[in-house]
T-cell receptor
Framework: DGGITQSPKYLFRKEGQNVTLSCEQN?????MYWYRQDPGQGLRLIYY???????QKGDIAEGYSVSREKKESFPLTVTSAQKNPTAFYLC??????????????FGPGTRLTVT | AQTVTQSQPEMSVQEAETVTLSCTYD???????LFWYKQPPSRQMILVIR??????QNATENRFSVNFQKAAKSFSLKISDSQLGDAAMYFC????????????FGQGTRLTINP
């Protein structure tokens, strides 16, 4: 089955530690995205990537980093510089970033708790 | 910058009845896409319906339809014959037509279905 995989579903870390969230897709999509979701708020874009080895900051990129070494993979690192890292993180992908076939497909998400 | 506003944090409806969720947006662009996404308790984001701004005809997908009022910048979602499985958070989202445009989400509306 084609889709987007995010692992793990729940992640716990101590304050001051970096943590990397995994996102893998087998949809052969070019574009991939990371969103953050907090209670009572909609999704906010952290980073997005249109092509391998290229990515752009979204609205709330501070304290996060990404890489795009393979088309299928777009890991997100939450660094110790992120002041409020506890949140639900969603990864998404689409066929291309700006074309008409722009539907974004979402993964199941990772709930990160930092104490 | 584009903004999306959902003014109803919570809505409830009796099973088999019809409910309308409201969404307004602000943009200076003439061409764009609008979306409704559903997020059930599993937290998986699912595309419900999509509307292209250049199309005058309102989009319909089975029991889901929209009322798109471009001049008023309004994009409401109507769910007919509500079912228990429709219970979820519903997010309205905007995307510009040209270039590397991101999805901008509203804050969401929590829909409860009463049996």
């Amino acid at each position: 089955d084609g889709g987007i995989t995010q692992s793990p579903k729940y992640l716990f870390r101590k304050e001051g530690q970096n943590v990397t969230l995994s996102c893998e897709q087998n949809l052969n999509h070019d574009a991939m995205y990371w969103y953050r979701q907090d209670p009572g708020q909609g999704l906010r874009l952290i980073y997005y990537s249109q092509i391998v080895n290229d990515f752009q900051k979204g609205d709330i990129a501070e304290g996060y980093s990404v890489s795009r070494e393979k088309k299928e993979s777009f890991p997100l690192t939450v660094t110790s510089a992120q002041k409020n890292p506890t949140a639900f993180y969603l990864c998404a992908s689409s066929i291309d970033l700006g074309g008409p076939r722009y539907e974004q497909y979402f993964g199941p998400g990772t709930r990160l708790t930092v104490t | 910058a584009q903004t999306v506003t959902q003014s109803q944090p919570e809505m409830s409806v009796q099973e088999a009845e019809t409910v309308t969720l409201s969404c307004t947006y602000d943009t200076s662009e003439s061409d764009y896409y609008l979306f409704w996404y559903k997020q059930p308790p599993s937290r998986q984001m699912i595309l419900v319906i999509r509307q292209e701004a250049y199309k005058q005809q309102n989009a319909t997908e089975n029991r889901f339809s929209v009322n798109f009022q471009k001049a008023a910048k309004s994009f409401s979602l109507k769910i007919s014959d509500s079912q228990l499985g429709d219970a979820a958070m519903y997010f309205c989202a905007y995307r510009g037509f040209q270039g590397a445009q991101k999805l901008v989400f509203g804050q969401g509306t929590r829909l409860t279905i009463n049996p």
